[in-house]
C-alpha cells in the first residue's frame, strides 16, 4: 500500500520570474521533493518587486506544485518617485560607498534599515499570516517552511507557530541576520541593532529545525539556540550545456558585484603582468556576467582595466551557466570583513560543476577557500595576498598558453540537488 505523501506548505520571497541567485535554492528543492513522497505547496507574493527577473526560470517550476500567490505592498516601489535609480540599486543589494552618497542615497539607507526591520518586506508579515492561517485551518500540513533573506518570511513563521505550536516549522537560512554583510551600510541606530538581535533570538529559539548554507553560520547559530541546526549548502542540478572554452585568457565574473568587492590586488596584478608579458596583454580578457557598482567600474578605469573588459550585464541563467563553463578561470569574490567569512555564494557550486579553475579573493578563514582546497577546485587569496595571487595567475596563464588549463575537482556529487534535497528530507520527516 503507498503511504500518502506529507504536505509541506513553503513560504517564499523568491521564486520566478525572479532571477539571481535567492530563486534557485527552493526552485531545486521543490523539483525534487515530489521523489521522495513529499508534497510542496508554495506560497509566494503576488506582483512582487524583483531587482532581477528571468523569465526564462518560470519553464522549470514543476507541474505537481500548488502555488498560492498574496498580495503584497512594496516599500521600494514608493522609494522610486524619490530617487528611482538609487532604489533599483538598493534593492539590488548595491550600495555606494559612505563617502560617494548623497542625500537621498543617505536617506533611503537610514530610512530601509530603521523604520523597515527585519527589512523591506515586513508589510507582508501580517496579511500572509493571516492568508495562510486560513490555508492551515482548511488543509492538514505535515511542516511550514520559511526561508531568508528576506528574514520578514521568518517572522511569517514565528507568528505561525504561536498560533499553531504543534505544526513543525523549519527556519531556513540562506544568510545570516544580525551578522549579515550590509547590515553595516544601513545606518542602524543602537535600538533597531537590539530589535533584530531580538527578532533573531526569537526565531532561532521558536522553529524546530534551522537550517543554514554555511559551517561558519552552522557554528554561529549553535551557539544562539539549542535547536537542532543543520548544514545543507546550495548546489547544482543536472545540465545539457557543452560549450568551447573561450579563446583568450578570460577570468569570468558571474554575479552582482557590489562596492565592497573590489579586488585592488587583483587589479594591480593583472596591470603588472601586462606589463610584463606581450603575450598576457595580447590575451587577456575580464568578462563581468551580472549587475555591477558604479565602484567596481571606475576603479578598473582606474588600473586602464577596462580595454581588456566585457560588461555582459544580467543573462538567464542558462545563458550564464555557458559563460561559466567557456570561461578560462572562474572569478570568486566577496567582501573583505568577518561578517562574510560564512557566506558561500549559490554560483559556487555551478562554479565546482562547470569544472573550470576556480580563483576566489575574499575574507581570512573564508569557507569558500576551504571548500575550494577540499575539492581541489582552484585556489583562494585573501585581499592583502598579492605576491601568491600574481603567482598563481602565472601559472594559470602558462598552463593556458600550453592549452593545458584545467582543474580535476573532486567528490562534487554531494552537491548535486537530488542530494541535498535528501538531507531535508530526513529533516521533515
Known sequence: MTKAPKK??????????????????????????????????????????????????????????????????????LAQLFSKKDTQSLSKGIIKASKNQNFIQKALLYIRGNYF???????????????????????????????????????????????????PWIADFRDPWVNIGYHKDLKL????????????????????????????????????????VSLITNGFDDTDIVTELDEHFSLAH?????SERNPENLWQVLVEL????????????????????????????????????TFLGYLPHKDAQQQMFSAQVLLLIEK????????????????????RPILGIGPQNWDVAELINKHNAGSAFNYHEKDELKVQIKTYFKAFMKGKLEVKSKDIEVYHRKALTEKLVEIIN
Open 8 to 77: 509541506v506548505l513553503i513560504v517564499l520571497y523568491y521564486w520566478p520570474p525572479a532571477g539571481g541567485p535567492g530563486v534557485q535554492r527552493w526552485l531545486k528543492f521543490v523539483k525534487y521533493l515530489k521523489d521522495f513522497n513529499i508534497q510542496p505547496t508554495v506560497f509566494v507574493p503576488k506582483h512582487p518587486h524583483y531587482p532581477i527577473v528571468d523569465k526564462s526560470l518560470e519553464m522549470e517550476i514543476p507541474n505537481h506544485v500548488e502555488v498560492i500567490k498574496s498580495s503584497i505592498i512594496e516599500p521600494y516601489t
Open 189 to 228: 541606530t543602537p535600538s533597531s541593532v537590539e530589535k533584530h538581535q531580538q527578532m533573531e533570538n526569537e526565531v532561532l529559539a521558536s522553529a524546530d529545525h534551522i537550517t543554514v548554507t554555511s559551517p561558519t553560520t552552522q557554528k554561529e547559530f549553535q551557539k544562539k539556540t539549542e535547536k537542532p
Open 254 to 258: 558571474i554575479g552582482t558585484l557590489m
Open 117 to 167: 526591520i527585519p527589512d523591506a518586506r515586513m508589510l507582508w508579515i501580517k496579511p500572509s499570516v493571516k492568508r495562510i492561517s486560513k490555508l492551515l485551518d482548511q488543509a492538514n500540513f505535515d511542516a511550514i517552511i520559511t526561508t531568508g533573506p528576506p528574514h520578514s518570511l521568518h517572522r511569517i513563521g514565528f507568528c505561525l507557530k504561536m498560533k499553531y505550536p504543534n505544526l
Open 336 to 355: 573583505d570583513m568577518t561578517q562574510t567569512q560564512g557566506i558561500i555564494p549559490g554560483k559556487f557550486f555551478e562554479y565546482l560543476q562547470a569544472r
Open 274 to 309: 601586462i606589463e610584463e608579458d606581450e603575450h598576457f596583454k595580447n590575451n587577456l580578457e575580464l568578462k563581468f556576467i551580472g549587475q555591477i557598482s558604479q565602484n567596481i567600474i571606475d576603479s578598473l578605469k582606474s588600473f586602464d582595466l577596462q580595454k581588456h573588459s
